[in-house]
Nanobody
Framework: QVRLVESGGGLVQAGGSLRLSCATSGLSFGNYIMAWFRQAPGKEREFVSAISYKGGRTIYADSVEGRFTIFRDNAKETVDLEMNSLKSEDTAVYYC??????????????????WGQGTQVTVSS
C-alpha cells in the first residue's frame, strides 16, 4: 500500500520559515519524480516545486523561486520543502505528490499518481 504523509505545517508570521516533510512508503521511491503542490481556499491546486529522481534537478514555481528549496533523501524515502521568507499568499494546504518515471518533470496535477493528505501552512501578516 502506497502512503505519502506530510508533516511540518503550522502557523508562522510573515518573513518566517517552515520545513515540510513527506514520508513515503510502498513506493519504489527512486523511480518517482517527487513534487509539492498547494491549494489555497477557493483556488485550484497549483504546482510549487519538483525534484528529479536523484535530486540533481529541481523546478520551482515563479512565486516561490529563491525562497523555497526542495530536497529528497532516497535512502529515507522522504522529500522535504524548506520554506523561507514566507508571505501571506503562501497560506495553503501543501501536498506531496509522486509521478512514476516520466520523461520530464511535470507541473500538472493530473500527471501525479499518488498524493498525501496535505498539511496546512498559515502565514500571518
Amino acid at each position: 500500500q502506497v502512503r505519502l504523509v506530510e508533516s511540518g505545517g503550522g502557523l508562522v508570521q510573515a518573513g518566517g520559515s517552515l520545513r515540510l516533510s513527506c514520508a513515503t512508503s510502498g513506493l519504489s521511491f527512486g523511480n518517482y519524480i517527487m513534487a509539492w503542490f498547494r491549494q489555497a481556499p477557493g483556488k485550484e491546486r497549483e504546482f510549487v516545486s519538483a525534484i528529479s529522481y536523484k535530486g540533481g534537478r529541481t523546478i520551482y514555481a515563479d512565486s516561490v523561486e529563491g525562497r523555497f528549496t526542495i530536497f529528497r533523501d532516497n535512502a529515507k524515502e522522504t522529500v522535504d520543502l524548506e520554506m523561507n521568507s514566507l508571505k501571506s499568499e503562501d497560506t495553503a494546504v501543501y501536498y506531496c505528490a509522486a509521478d512514476w518515471r516520466p520523461n520530464n518533470i511535470r507541473q500538472v496535477v493530473a500527471a501525479y499518481d499518488y498524493w498525501g493528505q496535505g498539511t496546512q501552512v498559515t502565514v500571518s501578516s
